[in-house]
């Protein structure tokens, strides 16, 4: 099938799976013991959708992701550590400790970055295909931009505003709509007039694919042909990818909205076990044990570096900085 | 040197930085086939052309967000934002966006962009279209924010705007882009950050930007007249402010009228107000007066609207109050 992931490809998509949920699953303990800040917001369950989505990108491609963006930022190549590091605060993170789990940027990996305004990310990916697109008929390059989104943000004015000049422009930017069912505790049916969100592609004249978001291939096939027509500077289009997320909103949520029984089927539908599954024709077990187990290591070790890294101090800004508001 | 309004001054910094550099675009409600409805970017779409010069649906909210992430992606835009009155719909991409990310992603993203508007009262628009929202955007950390009010310092500090490589807030005002003066031949740069003495004098500062700086001149003529010698600075840039100018002025005078055309509560004003008390307490020999807008919307008919705006009488009777 066109745009289908060599295995290769999928077996380390599996592993930067698993190294998500094992992060995501070490971050619980950490916060539980107090060695975080603030809320984490976890992906436990939508794995499939940021890795598959960013899977087909270059550092030069540029995406925007939310304050549930783990999957994300791996996806895009940030190191475990810079992530980790920055979630502990530590003067060795993504950010040097200043940005915080929901707002990491990697400049050379191409994430600029988490945004924890919702939709906040939707008219920045719109403003970078812009530029990109300006840069690329300079150049001749095929740079694309990328946004990761919510149904909750998908209600928002601006990611409106978005689409239709994305669109009017023939933007090089893709919409990928993480459809997790929830926008913090409201179900999508008190949120959104429509069921099915990727209806509104045609109200801006671009394309528009609903996948199933625990499939990671299926993911990452939609992703790709949407990647491959922004190169092309065919401009925009918007994937819808159905997930669930499986654990609660953030590590403050107290839980009683979700349905005992919506939990257990999408447990089964587990993106990691699927992929696996997927896999198991033409990997043997033991090598995908071996995946399993590199991730996981891979994941406890930045944890232990960064547990072990310094906290930054701060430092005030000099008067050439955009923060100096003149001498006192 | 050579005679220019204000409109002209700032369409000829356009002309002249975009002319220097192609990675800087205007982008705006109305700005390309017509102009601008002040017409201060007529003519730039014949000589650059429609991917340089946009107009844009009139989208405010994500217009703003894209300013600042085209311009962490290489390109030096500038947005048109047609009157500062909207600038609430421009002020997460301010507020949440612009001004965090340079500091909080530790240096590894700047951004060039200009969001230039245009607000003021005195044309009778009403109140949504009169307000000056200095204060809103000078609040903002990592935001650079300027005032000009000559030709000069219009093409001026427009030119050393879009140089800059961080967020510049560039506050026009509606009943200046006809006002004409002398505006220097050749690549004019005015360094953000610096304010300027508009009038010298030995016993009273006002301190005023934009359009309240012609007001207060006609305000030291006025108080001239009477004796009384008025020293006029024209702060230029808002944030960062050129906090040396005013004490030094201060130290001469020992007086001060701070003079804003928004609000008055928790106004500019305010600021100016405090930061006179923080750095020249010891030099005055009166408290500091304050001139700005009554806070009520900016009503519409003529001697409404007058009663509620600051001017040149107003600003003479607050100093006669400070040198009293
Ligand atoms: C502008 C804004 N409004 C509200 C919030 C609070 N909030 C944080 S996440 C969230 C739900 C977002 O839903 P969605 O986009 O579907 O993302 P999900 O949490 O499901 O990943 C809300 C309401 C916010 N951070 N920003
Ligand atoms: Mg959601």
Redesign the pocket.
């Known amino acids: 099938m066109r745009n289908s992931p060599t295995i290769d490809e999928q077996i380390e998509m599996l592993r930067r799976m698993i190294a998500v949920r094992h992060l995501e699953e070490r971050l619980g303990e950490l916060h539980k013991a107090g060695k975080t800040r603030g809320p984490i ?1 976890r992906c436990d369950g939508q794995e499939a959708v940021g890795i598959g989505a960013t899977a087909m990108l270059d550092a030069a491609d540029l995406l925007t992701s ?3 963006g783990h999957a994300h930022y791996v996806g895009k190549g940030v190191g475990l550590h810079p992530i980790i590091a920055e979630i502990l605060g530590r003067s060795t993170g993504a950010c040097a400790g200043r940005a915080g789990h929901m707002l990491i940027a990697d400049a050379a990996n191409g994430l600029l970055g988490g945004n ?4 906040g990310g939707i008219p920045a990916a719109t403003g970078f295909a812009v530029s990109l697109q300006m840069r690329n008929r300079a150049d001749g390059g095929a740079r694309v931009a990328m946004c990761l ?5 998908a209600q928002t004015g601006i990611c409106h505003e978005s689409m239709n000049i994305a669109a009017l422009w023939k933007l090089p930017v893709v919409f990928v709509l ?1 459809h ?1 069912q ?3 505790t409201a179900h999508h049916s008190t949120q959104s007039s429509v069921p099915d969100l990727v209806v509104r592609a045609d109200g801006y004249g671009m394309p528009g694919e609903s996948v199933d978001g625990n499939d990671i291939t299926a993911v990452y096939r939609a992703v790709a042909t949407a990647v491959d027509r922004a190169r092309r500077g065919e401009g925009p289009s918007l994937v819808e990818a159905k997930t669930y ?1 499986m654990v609660g ?1 953030s590590t403050s949520d107290v839980g009683g909205y979700q349905s005992a029984d919506d939990l257990a089927a999408w447990r089964e539908r587990d993106p990691i076990v699927l992929a696996r599954r997927s896999l198991a024709a033409s990997v043997s077990p033991a090598q995908l044990d071996a995946v399993d187990a590199e991730a996981r290591a891979a994941v406890d070790a930045a944890v232990e570096q960064a547990l072990a890294d310094p906290l930054p101090g701060f430092v005030d800004h000099a008067p050439s900085a955009p923060y100096y508001a003149g001498a006192v | 040197m050579a005679m220019m309004r204000y409109a002209e001054a700032l369409r000829a910094a356009l002309r002249e930085e975009m002319q220097r550099d192609s990675n800087v675009w205007l982008f705006g409600e109305d700005i390309a086939v017509y102009g601008g409805v002040f017409k201060v970017t007529k003519d730039l779409l014949a000589e650059f052309g429609p991917e340089r010069v946009r107009d844009t649906p009139i989208s405010e909210q994500t217009l703003t967000a894209m300013a600042v992430t085209a311009a962490m992606a290489g390109t030096r835009p500038v947005l048109e934002i047609m009157y500062a009155d909207f600038l609430p719909l421009s002020i997460d991409a301010l507020m949440n966006q612009a001004s965090i990310y340079n500091y909080i992603w530790n240096g590894q993203v700047t951004m060039p962009f200009v969001l230039r508007t245009q607000g003021g009262g005195g044309a009778g628009a009403g109140a949504q279209h009169s307000k000056s929202l200095d204060a809103l955007v000078a609040h903002i950390p990592g935001l650079k924010v300027v005032a000009p009010a000559t030709a000069a310092d219009a093409k001026g500090l427009l030119k050393a705007a879009i140089r800059d490589d961080h967020p510049v807030i560039f506050l026009e005002h509606k009943l200046l882009y006809n006002s004409r003066d002398e505006v220097p031949d050749g690549d004019h740069l005015v360094e953000i950050g610096k304010a300027r003495i508009a009038r010298e004098g030995h016993g009273v500062s006002i301190i005023a930007s934009s359009r309240m700086v012609i007001e207060s001149l006609k305000a030291a003529e006025l108080l001239a007249d009477e004796g009384i010698s008025a020293e006029v600075i024209d702060l230029r840039s808002l944030r960062p402010l050129d906090r040396d100018t005013i004490r030094a002025s201060i130290a001469k005078t020992h007086h001060a009228v701070v003079v804003n055309e928004g609000w008055r509560f928790c106004g500019y004003g305010a600021e100016l107000s405090a930061t006179i008390m923080e750095t020249a307490f010891d030099e005055l020999d009166a408290p500091v007066e304050r001139v700005a807008t009554h806070d009520i919307p900016i009503p519409y008919s003529e001697p409404l609207e007058n009663a509620v705006l600051p001017d040149a009488a107003k600003i003479a009777a607050a100093a006669r109050r400070a040198v009293a």
């Open positions: 917001h939310t304050h549930r924890a305004i919702v939709g989104f919510g149904d909750g943000a993480e997790n929830y926008g913090l997320r909103f």
